[in-house]
Nanobody, 119 residues
Framework: QVQLVESGGGLVQDGGSLRLSCAAS????????IGWYRQAPGNQRELVAT??????TNYADSVKGRFTISRENANTVLLQMNSLKPEDTAVYYC??????????????WGQGTQVTVSS
């Protein structure tokens, strides 16, 4: 099983910033799509942002202009979150999809990291 290590969550005030990191590890893996989803209590899980192996990005409308996703390397992603709002409060989950070379697919989730934005 491919393992994901998430970091960077915490408590921040309205208008503040946080940076989330997610690293996929395993033997002979190639990550094709990696990114973040979030879920607040009572809400459905929703897309935040993803990035592909060739750099194509996808953002939720609610975070465009405030969050930036980037690949630090082939298996690691950073999410810079600026101008945070209380409505961004949620558990953020990393997701990675790819292959354990040469041909075995994987689709794994991290344990989640709490992001809390105070009013």
């Amino acid at each position: 099983q491919v393992q994901l290590v998430e970091s960077g969550g915490g408590l921040v005030q309205d208008g503040g910033s946080l940076r989330l990191s997610c690293a996929a590890s395993g033997n002979s893996i190639r990550t094709d799509v990696i990114g973040w989803y979030r879920q607040a209590p009572g809400n459905q899980r929703e897309l935040v942002a993803t990035i592909t192996n060739i750099g194509l990005t996808n953002y939720a409308d609610s975070v465009k202009g405030r969050f930036t996703i980037s690949r630090e390397n082939a298996n690691t992603v950073l999410l810079q979150m600026n101008s945070l709002k209380p409505e961004d409060t949620a558990v953020y989950y990393c997701n990675a999809k790819g292959r354990r070379l040469p041909y075995v697919p994987y689709d794994v989730w991290g344990q989640g990291t709490q992001v809390t934005v105070s009013s």
